[in-house]
């Protein structure tokens, strides 16, 4: 919990003038905040770490059903892969402009990142959809449910982030770049960096291993 700091506006001992008035001020821990995040960003390691050890154990229990070599467009996910990339570039130059207090530089590429979020998210859709209509849905077999169960979960977080950057951009355009928004600003890109990071492991340990005869 904060401290609250109680002191008499002019000076006096607190309680000395029944007829002082005081400011209350609310004392916000330094960098309470990110080190709050962090740990959640651990937690969340290990729910992904959980969801690939489920795959590495089920992930070639085809069920006598079509394997990745069968499934996957990689062409098409290598260009989600470059959608989500890019988004994590575009947020670095977000950063920059909010270092120097630029607000409209920073709404734009923030703006920016959630157009490659929402073109990444496009695709993961099409993609699951397509498999589904191939009859290739998650219950179909061990190695789909692990596949759905991880995939789904890594975009679920990015609509998460999607949602997130654009309330984040809606506060910035009211109330400016100030304290309060500049961390929440650090808090939201670690979480994208973090899902670009995640992505990665998607792509070589799922996509890329999951070609392999």
Known sequence: MSDIHVTSVNGGALGADPGARYLVREHHPE??????????????????????????????????????AELFDLPLVAMNTAFLLFSSITYGFAMLRAKVKDKSGTLIWLGITGLFGVAFLSLEIYEFLHLIHEGAGPQRSAFLTAFFSLVGTHGLHVTFGVIWLVTLMVQISKHGLHPANLRRLNCLSLFWHFLDVIWIGVFTFVYLMGVLP
Do not use: E, H, K, Q
């Open 31 to 68: 960098n309470g905040t990110m080190l709050g995040f962090w740990i959640y960003l651990m937690s969340d390691c290990l729910i992904f770490a959980m969801l690939f050890a489920v795959y590495a154990v089920i992930g070639r229990n085809y069920a006598g059903g079509p394997g990745g």
